[in-house]
């Protein structure tokens, strides 16, 4: 059977209301080969206690200050040991106790596993799937139209994978992804929910410079006016989506 070691990277930051059922999740797996990277950026709300609780059950616990969420995120790739990594970050949860064996049975060694995403608000009550389904046969051109699979639903061979450009502060995964997926050369569709998301987030907090920070990796992959183009295409399409959804509410 395909068992390869897979590394799932956690990072929080006071999150003592969500981090136990990301923790769990992992943990819970039915998949025996998992290295779990927990990376705290010196959490001082109780979640840093919650996390010890755990720690003969994780790989490495890191709690120290970083420079942000991608500083983080590489102190975890810097760590990892596994064949595929996996961030599941704190609000987070994988979507089932058998996912990760699921996803590695539907074929052997490919380069990027993914899959879809259930939305969950802050009360956990579900909002179903997510506005931008996953396609059906992924590659690196797909997120010129924004970005249509979950940092959370993606499990990438990690010698395919580069540091965090941390000149982004909220959307260097998009970066990230779009980099390795161009090295990938078998992306598989596992045709299944892999992944529950806390809806919210700094990206949607800080709305404005997230949407600055995609259009400049969207014109640095794809082109500055094919980004134009697809950008015109994406705001007539969310046009659509609210008026079609405000009908349905009405």
């Given at each position: 059977m395909f068992q390869p070691k897979l590394t799932v990277i956690t990072i929080v930051y006071?999150?003592?209301h969500d981090i136990e059922r990301t923790v769990l999740s992992v943990l819970n797996q039915s998949y025996a080969n998992i290295e779990y990277l927990l990376?705290?950026?010196?959490?001082?709300?109780?979640?840093?206690?919650i996390l010890k609780q755990y720690e003969?059950?994780?790989g490495r616990l890191v709690s120290e200050k970083d420079k942000g969420i991608y500083d983080a995120m590489n102190k975890g790739l810097s760590l990892a040991t596994g064949d595929y990594v996996l961030f599941m970050n704190s609000g987070d949860e994988i979507y089932s106790s058998d996912t990760v064996e699921k996803i590695f049975a539907t074929q052997p060694d490919a380069d990027i596993y993914y899959g879809e995403t259930e939305m969950f608000?802050?009360?956990?009550?579900?909002?179903?799937?997510?506005?931008h389904r996953t396609p059906e046969h992924f590659t690196w051109q797909d997120f010129k139209f924004g970005m249509c699979i979950s940092h959370q639903a993606i499990y990438i061979r990690r010698a395919l994978t580069e540091p965090y450009d941390l000149n982004y502060q909220l959307s260097s995964d998009i970066d990230w992804i779009i980099k390795a997926a161009k090295?990938?050369?078998?992306?598989?569709?596992?045709r299944m929910y892999v992944a529950k998301y806390l809806v919210g987030g700094m990206s949607k907090k800080k709305h404005r410079q997230s949407l600055a920070e995609r259009f400049h990796i969207f014109s640095k992959h794809y082109g500055l006016i094919p980004t134009i183009f697809n950008h015109v295409l994406i705001a007539g399409k969310l046009g659509l989506y609210y008026l079609k959804y405000r009908k349905t509410n009405d």
């Open positions: 006071n999150n003592v990376i705290d950026g010196a959490s001082n709300d109780g979640t840093l206690e003969d059950r994780i608000d802050e009360n956990w009550t579900s909002l179903g799937q997510r506005r090295k990938a050369k078998n992306i598989v569709n596992v």
